[in-house]
């Protein structure tokens, strides 16, 4: 009798580990995937920073070109 009980009581804690092992990996895998979620959205915000800034240098490059060739006495 006392092995059927300590079978079953330990059955029990059994359970009860796998359960909480099984709440620890859903709370892991929401965590990572809101984790994925807000690196991709900054991802997002940095490559049409990039652009931006790539642009804006870009023109910033012409217009220094195009002083120089009307101010600083450049002749072809």
Do not use: H, P, Y
Request: hydrophobic fraction near 40%; include cysteine.
């Amino acid at each position: 009798m006392t092995n059927a009980t300590n079978n079953a009581s330990s059955m029990s804690a059994k359970d009860e580990c796998i359960s909480k092992l099984i709440d620890l990996s859903e709370k892991q895998n929401d965590l990572i995937f809101s984790t994925r979620k807000r690196l991709f959205q900054l991802e997002k915000t940095q490559n049409k920073d990039v652009k931006i800034l790539c642009g804006m240098s870009i023109g910033i490059c012409v217009i220094l070109i195009l002083m120089c060739l009307e101010f600083g006495g450049f002749t072809w």
